[in-house]
């Protein structure tokens, strides 16, 4: 994946590898020594139910960047990677 400044994806849609609209990103978590971008943080669609997410404070999704597959228009998540509830 080549670099892409964090706050050009702020606002993207996040999509499952199914095709599962899961919501909009709205902050990305960075691990601050090395840099890395450890967790996307998403504000749930009005079509997923946050109840089976691992959620902050806030009632926003939380999923590891491990779990991105593309970043394009969207990011899209292997949904397989996405820790549940």
């Known amino acids: 994946m080549g670099r892409i400044a964090g706050r050009d994806l702020i606002g993207r849609n ?3 590898d199914r095709g599962t609209v899961i919501g909009r990103l709205t902050d990305i978590s960075i691990e601050t020594v090395a840099g890395k971008v450890m967790m ?46």
């Open 14 to 16: 996040v999509v499952s």
């Open 40 to 85: 996307l943080i998403v504000k749930p669609g009005k079509d997923v139910d946050p109840k089976y997410f691992r959620l902050n404070e806030r009632g926003e999704i939380l999923i590891p960047f491990t779990a991105v597959k593309a970043v394009k228009d969207v990011l899209i998540i292997n949904e397989g990677g996405i820790p549940r509830a």
